[in-house]
Nanobody, 130 residues
Framework: QVQLEESGGGLVQPGASLRLSCAAS????????IGWFRQAPGKEREFVAA????????LYGHSVKARCTISRDNAKNTVYLQMSNLKPEDTAVYYC???????????????????????WGQGTQVTVSS
């Protein structure tokens, strides 16, 4: 099983930006689609962003609109989520997830459903407050 670890969360003021990281231990991210999800207290888990194995295809949740960018560096086994203009409603635990992909289009697949992912990190807390 792949091990995922999120980092980069913390307490920031509204309007600030930060970059979250998701690092894999053991196996590489080769042929793995990666996603970011978030969950606020008492709320359902929400899709944030996803990226294909080759890094050329991305997908973003409606709630984050144009305020985030997902990227990956397979040589470092790391995926990043750059967020800007943070708002109090962005406060949540942010999780990264990985799903092994295979088939003719495996390098281009992006997934936005939590149930499709096999491996999850423990999450990193993001708090946006003044």
């Amino acid at each position: 099983q792949v091990q995922l670890e999120e980092s980069g969360g913390g307490l920031v003021q509204p309007g600030a930006s930060l970059r979250l990281s998701c690092a894999a231990s053991g196996r590489t991210f080769s042929k793995d689609a990666i996603g970011w999800f978030r969950q606020a207290p008492g709320k359902e888990r929400e899709f944030v962003a996803a990226i294909s194995w080759n890094g050329r295809n991305t997908l973003y949740g409606h709630s984050v609109k144009a305020r985030c960018t997902i990227s990956r560096d397979n040589a470092k086994n790391t995926v990043y989520l750059q967020m800007s203009n943070l708002k109090p409603e962005d406060t949540a635990v942010y999780y990264c997830a990985a799903d092994p992909v295979d088939g003719p289009w495996s390098d281009t697949i992006v997934l936005d459903t939590a149930g499709e992912y096999d491996y999850w990190g423990q999450g990193t807390q993001v708090t946006v407050s003044s």
